[in-house]
């Protein structure tokens, strides 16, 4: 099937720096990749789409400035966490969907990001 | 609104049967998806069901009516590795998955 990678799986930087996080499909091309927070014991909380070539489409409530998305390529997007404080440690989990909107959504390994 | 409802915890004994319920409202519809996710774990696809029915795969099944908003997992032969949260997730009109909050399947032996 699909893959997903998704990199760095753990990392943990002082607050008030920025953390960029990757998302790769391996074997596929995907327009559309999801963006997704989660927090101990609590489903996952879509945080934005992102679509090849164009603006990231962001949930209400989520802020453009701190978490920038960019979606470069049909195999790359990226989340970066501008100015991180402690709050914004979580478990961050990529996905992408195989063959157009219907198809199966393959996700990333997750991203733990721990900030002091 | 959306809304998607799943039991919190369950329990079960390895070797038997378990049945997780899921029943969703959402605006459209577009396929239900079971996910299987393992603690500190990315969530990893079990099964997708769009038409009314069961899917059997394996020892697991799903189940989904439609009509009644509402779709089962079925795993048979528990086996300890089984112990995990079971996400379900409805794509709803514009194609975007509106997750439940998920059942954490504890198996003891």
């Known amino acids: 099937g699909a893959v997903v990678s998704q990199h760095p799986s753990r990392v943990i930087c002082k607050s008030g720096t920025s953390v960029k996080i990757e998302c790769r499909s391996l074997?596929?091309?995907?327009?559309?990749m999801f963006w997704y927070r989660q927090f101990p014991k609590k489903s996952l909380m879509l945080m934005a789409t992102?679509?090849?070539?164009?603006?990231?489409?962001?949930e209400q409530g989520v802020e453009k400035d701190k978490f920038l998305i960019n979606h470069a390529s049909l195999t790359l997007s990226t989340l970066t966490v501008t100015s991180a404080h402690p709050e914004d440690s979580s478990f961050y989990i990529c996905?992408?969907?195989?063959?157009?909107?219907?198809?199966?959504?393959?996700f990333g390994e997750g991203s733990r990001l721990t900030v002091l | 609104g959306q809304n998607i409802d799943q039991p919190t915890e369950m329990t079960a004994t390895e070797g038997a049967i378990v049945q997780i319920n899921c029943t969703y409202q959402t605006s459209g519809f577009n396929g239900l998806f079971w996910y299987q996710q393992h603690a500190g774990e990315a969530p990893t696809f079990l099964s997708y069901n769009v038409l009314d029915g069961l899917e059997e795969k394996g020892r697991f099944s799903s189940f989904l009516s439609r009509s009644k908003g509402y779709s089962y997992l079925l795993l048979k032969e528990l086996q300890m590795k089984d112990s995990a949260s079971y996400l379900c997730a409805v794509m709803d009109s514009n194609y975007q998955l509106i997750w439940g909050a998920g059942t954490k399947l504890i198996i003891k032996p």
């Open positions: 992102s679509n090849e070539g164009s603006k990231a489409t962001y």
């Open positions: 074997d596929f091309q995907a327009t559309t």
């Open positions: 996905s992408a969907r195989d063959h157009g909107d219907t198809g199966e959504l393959f």
